[in-house]
């Protein structure tokens, strides 16, 4: 079954964008049958196949927008798994996937990112609060503790379904007989690209640029200012290549809001993450 959806996802924004329309042909169809009334030109008899190839042009949803959909839908993700847009990035952020992790001695931190798959706050019998975090990253599973001062520090992050990037101590639990971090340092996606990147790559071609372009791409950018990232715009046309670099007040928080509209504005391959 999930084979059967994984071909329609490709459609299923234009699937959706058409619902209306559709819902309004069969309204119509439903009432002219119960009045008697005959289709004279045939127009709302089209065959199956002529009917289906009838969807709006519409972009299609990115993998993460309609994985969110089956999430509230059907309570899981059915189709695949949200870690799957943060792969190529989550390299420069972690120390090792969750299957090659292993034991580390007292002192030595190393990262980890998952989503999160459950998430709760208990207390001891001595009357501490500890977080308690499973993360997921599709190779495998980590049990993260948080204990009182980095629970304080990070509540607002411990979230069922969130992409957290984790560092701390790796140990062996005796309980489970798995793996378990102690928790020193959590980020969510946006926190760790502040972290590690070295600048956002815009790329635009002169023939995108017109009369309205530099007002959409501020406004774009406007909402995410103030953040510490560096904008670098690479201009290309066919005779030259430059780059120019945007100024401090224009360094912004590498959100996925913004990065999906810049993908929108300009193409899918024309916005990047640098890393050094």
Known sequence: MSGALDRLGPHRAAMTATLDDAIKAASQHHQAEAFGQADMFGVLTDTHEEVEHKYAQVNPWPEKVWLEGERETLG??????????????????????????????????????????????MTTKKGNRIGILTLDDRSGRMEVMLFSDALDRYLDLIEKDRILVVSGQVSFDDFNGGLKMSAREVLDISQAREKYLRGLAISVSDGQIDNQFFEKFSGVLEPWRAGTVPVNLYYQRKDARAKLVLGTEWRVTPTDKLIDELKELLGEKQVELEFD
């Open 76 to 121: 899981l993700y059915l189709t695949g798994h949200p870690i799957n847009s943060y792969i190529k990035e989550l390299k420069h952020y972690t120390t090792w996937k969750m299957e090659d992790a292993h034991a580390t001695k007292r002192d030595v931190v190393s990262t980890v990112a998952g989503l999160v798959i459950a998430a709760r706050v």
